[in-house]
C-alpha cells in the first residue's frame, strides 16, 4: 500500500492557495476540540472528535455522542495515551501510545495516524498571529453592563479588537450594525481569558474569538469557536457550543457539537508560512491508479501555467 497523504499535499500546494481563506476546521479534520498537548476531563461530554498531541485522559464522560468525526472516521486521536475511566467513546481512536479502559467498553483502535500534530499546532499559532494584525472594522464599546458590538454597516466579514479584561466586564451582547449570518472576528489580547454568558445575541452569526496570547481561558457560555493555540482550558462546569483549539484542556465544561467556524475568506489576512494541508494519508492499492493521480495533477499545473 503507497501512502500518498505526503505527495498530494505537495502537489496540491504548488497549484496554489486562496491567501485569505480561514478553513481550521481543515487542519483540525472537523473536530470538535484540538489540543497540541493533553486533554483532561470528567463528568461531561464532548459531542464531537478529540484531537490531542497529547494524553488524552478522561473519566465519567462521552466521546463524539453526536457521530460528528475526525478524519471522516476518528472519535479520539491522540498522540499519547488514551484512558477512560466510566464512559463511552462512539467510535474508533489513533493512540501513539498505550489505551486504558476502566469500567467502560473498548472502541475500535486504528493503526493509522491521520494528522502531523506539530504541522498542525503551527498552523494554528500562524492563523492566530495573522488575524491579530488585521486592522479592525468594527468596534467594542460598554453599554450598561453589555458588550456592545458595533459593527461596519457592510456585511461579509467584521473584525473588532479589544482586550480579555474589557470583554469580561460585559454580561450580555448587544449587536449593532451587522448583517445576520456575517463572519466576526475578535482579536484578543491579554493572558487570561473570560466570558461572562449572555451570548444569545450571536445566534446564526460565523463567530471567531482569537485569543492570539492568552495563558489560560474559560469558554463556558461561549457561542462559537475559540482559537487560543497558546493557553490551558480552565473551568469545571459550563458549556460552548462551537470548536476550540487550544494548548491544553484541564476543564469539565461540555462542549456541544455546533456553531463549528466556517471557511471564509478574511481581507487582509495572509499566512506567508503556507504548510502543506494537513490531513489522514490517502492508501491507493494499484500503482497504475498513483500513475494516473500524479499525471492529473501535473495536467492541472501545467493547464495552470498556460492561462497565466
Given at each position: 500500500?503507497?501512502?500518498?497523504?505526503?505527495?498530494?499535499?505537495?502537489?496540491?500546494?504548488?497549484?496554489?492557495?486562496?491567501?485569505?481563506?480561514?478553513?481550521?476546521?481543515?487542519?483540525?479534520?472537523?473536530?470538535?476540540?484540538?489540543?497540541?498537548?493533553?486533554?483532561?476531563?470528567?463528568?461531561?461530554?464532548?459531542?464531537?472528535?478529540?484531537?490531542?498531541?497529547?494524553?488524552?485522559?478522561?473519566?465519567?464522560?462521552?466521546?463524539?455522542?453526536?457521530?460528528?468525526?475526525?478524519?471522516?472516521?476518528?472519535?479520539?486521536?491522540?498522540?499519547?495515551?488514551?484512558?477512560l475511566t466510566s464512559g463511552t467513546i462512539h467510535g474508533q481512536?489513533?493512540?501513539?501510545?498505550?489505551?486504558?479502559?476502566?469500567?467502560?467498553?473498548?472502541?475500535?483502535?486504528s493503526t493509522v495516524k491521520p494528522v502531523d500534530f506539530a504541522?498542525?499546532?503551527?498552523?494554528?499559532?500562524?492563523?492566530?498571529?495573522?488575524?491579530?494584525?488585521?486592522?479592525?472594522?468594527?468596534?467594542?464599546?460598554?453599554?450598561?453592563?453589555?458588550?456592545?458590538?458595533?459593527?461596519?454597516?457592510?456585511?461579509?466579514?467584521?473584525?473588532?479588537?479589544?482586550?480579555?479584561?474589557?470583554?469580561?466586564?460585559?454580561?450580555?451582547?448587544?449587536?449593532?450594525?451587522?448583517?445576520?449570518?456575517?463572519?466576526?472576528?475578535?482579536?484578543?489580547s491579554g493572558e487570561h481569558g473570560v466570558f461572562n454568558g449572555?451570548?444569545?445575541?450571536?445566534?446564526?452569526?460565523?463567530?471567531?474569538?482569537?485569543?492570539?496570547?492568552?495563558?489560560?481561558?474559560?469558554?463556558?457560555?461561549?457561542?462559537?469557536?475559540?482559537?487560543?493555540?497558546?493557553?490551558?482550558?480552565?473551568?469545571?462546569?459550563?458549556?460552548?457550543?462551537?470548536?476550540?483549539?487550544?494548548?491544553?484542556?484541564?476543564?469539565?465544561?461540555?462542549?456541544?457539537?455546533?456553531?463549528?467556524?466556517?471557511?471564509?475568506?478574511?481581507?487582509?489576512?495572509?499566512?506567508?508560512?503556507?504548510?502543506?494541508?494537513?490531513?489522514?494519508?490517502?492508501?491507493?492499492?494499484?500503482?497504475?491508479?498513483?500513475?494516473?493521480?500524479?499525471?492529473?495533477?501535473?495536467?492541472?499545473?501545467?493547464?495552470?501555467?498556460?492561462?497565466?
Amino acid at each position: 500500500m503507497i501512502k500518498l497523504g505526503v505527495f498530494l499535499g505537495v502537489a496540491l500546494a504548488s497549484m496554489g492557495a486562496q491567501a485569505g481563506v480561514i478553513d481550521l476546521g481543515a487542519i483540525m479534520g472537523g473536530a470538535n476540540v484540538y489540543t497540541a498537548r493533553d486533554f483532561n476531563a470528567y463528568s461531561s461530554d464532548v459531542e464531537g472528535a478529540i484531537v490531542s498531541g497529547g494524553n488524552v485522559t478522561i473519566q465519567s464522560y462521552e466521546v463524539n455522542k453526536k457521530a460528528q468525526a475526525a478524519y471522516a472516521g476518528y472519535s479520539i486521536v491522540s498522540g499519547g495515551d488514551i484512558s477512560l475511566t466510566s464512559g463511552t467513546i462512539h467510535g474508533q481512536v489513533y493512540a501513539g501510545g498505550k489505551i486504558t479502559l476502566e469500567s467502560a467498553g473498548a472502541p475500535p483502535r486504528s493503526t493509522v495516524k491521520p494528522v502531523d500534530f506539530a504541522a498542525a499546532t503551527e498552523q494554528f499559532i500562524d492563523i492566530a498571529n495573522g488575524l491579530s494584525l488585521i486592522g479592525a472594522t468594527g468596534r467594542v464599546e460598554r453599554q450598561d453592563s453589555a458588550n456592545k458590538i458595533i459593527g461596519s454597516g457592510k456585511g461579509g466579514v467584521d473584525v473588532f479588537n479589544v482586550s480579555a479584561g474589557f470583554l469580561s466586564g460585559g454580561n450580555n451582547w448587544v449587536l449593532s450594525g451587522l448583517t445576520k449570518g456575517q463572519t466576526l472576528i475578535f482579536n484578543i489580547s491579554g493572558e487570561h481569558g473570560v466570558f461572562n454568558g449572555g451570548m444569545e445575541t450571536l445566534w446564526g452569526y460565523n463567530v471567531l474569538f482569537n485569543f492570539f496570547e492568552a495563558e489560560t481561558v474559560d469558554v463556558k457560555g461561549v457561542l462559537g469557536t475559540v482559537l487560543a493555540p497558546h493557553a490551558t482550558v480552565v473551568h469545571n462546569w459550563g458549556v460552548i457550543k462551537g470548536q476550540v483549539i487550544a494548548d491544553t484542556w484541564n476543564s469539565s465544561v461540555q462542549v456541544d457539537a455546533e456553531n463549528y467556524f466556517k471557511p471564509i475568506d478574511v481581507p487582509g489576512f495572509e499566512l506567508l508560512d503556507n504548510e502543506p494541508p494537513v490531513g489522514p494519508p490517502a492508501e491507493v492499492p494499484e500503482p497504475g491508479t498513483l500513475m494516473l493521480m500524479i499525471a492529473g495533477l501535473l495536467g492541472g499545473i501545467a493547464l495552470r501555467r498556460r492561462r497565466a
